[in-house]
């Protein structure tokens, strides 16, 4: 059974740092693409960065450079650092994994972790 | 960045009513585009991806279709578990990016 569980989240006042993990079973995470999507209170989605099975990254431009996604194969685990934390980061935030199409393309995500909260505020 | 803008926003509707919505990209995506459904405090459900492929499980009720910039969703007769909050995604190109999202409401 394929689960996605992300722990990490909590209160940060603004400027601080916070790692988010996203623990995995039932695939390999290294064997796929991976994602994070966040969602403020009351908001939509806004997608946050993407990590392929090579490795390659990508980042929405409002965390780029603040906001590095890894992972630890034999942890099998996906990781969010956030440095530098605005107010507006506050949301909550989901790993999921990503389905990859011919030619490698990285598409939507088919499973979705249940979500941890990261409040930024003084 | 790709924009992508739903149509309703917001929509009153009953149960057994054919409902349609409409997700239209700043510019054209082919067909990488999935639509999602979400309930209150949870995650996210895949329904269709690249623009109208059924995703594994999803009732046929649920269907997708267009390409380039305009795209719909359409719910052939809604039931009562599919009053929740639909979003479009695109995946053409980085930043992906989300609609603004679609709340169904029952009348």
């Known amino acids: 059974e394929v689960q996605l569980v992300e722990s990490g989240g909590g209160l940060i006042q603004p400027g601080g740092s916070l790692r988010l993990s996203c623990a995995v079973s039932g695939f390999t995470v290294s064997s796929t693409s991976m994602s994070w999507v966040r969602q403020a209170p009351g908001k939509g989605l806004d997608w946050v960065s993407v990590?392929?099975?090579?490795?390659?990254?990508y980042y929405a431009d409002s965390v780029k450079g603040r906001f590095t996604i890894s992972r630890d194969s034999s942890k099998n685990t996906l990781y969010l650092q956030m440095n530098n934390l605005r107010a507006e980061d506050t949301a909550v935030y989901y790993c999921?994994?990503?389905?990859?199409?011919?030619?490698?393309?990285?598409?939507?995500?088919?499973?979705w972790g249940q979500g941890t909260l990261v409040t930024v505020s003084s | 960045d790709i924009q992508l803008t739903q149509s309703p926003s917001f929509l009153s509707t009953s149960v057994g009513d054919r409902v349609t919505i409409t997700c239209r990209a700043s510019?054209?995506?082919?067909?990488?585009l999935a639509w999602y459904q979400q309930n209150p405090g949870k995650a996210p459900k895949l329904l269709i991806f690249?623009?109208?492929t059924l995703q594994s499980g999803v009732p046929s009720r649920f269907s997708g279709s267009g390409s380039g910039t305009e795209f719909t969703l359409t719910i052939s007769s809604l039931r009562p578990e599919d009053f929740a909050t639909y979003y479009c995604q695109q995946f053409n190109s980085y930043p992906q990016t989300f609609g603004q999202g679609t709340r169904l409401e029952i009348k």
């Open positions: 510019q054209g995506i082919s067909s990488y």
């Open positions: 690249a623009a109208s």
């Open positions: 999921a994994r990503v389905l990859t199409f011919l030619g490698g393309t990285a598409g939507p995500s088919d499973y």
């Open positions: 990590i392929y099975s090579g490795g390659s990254t």
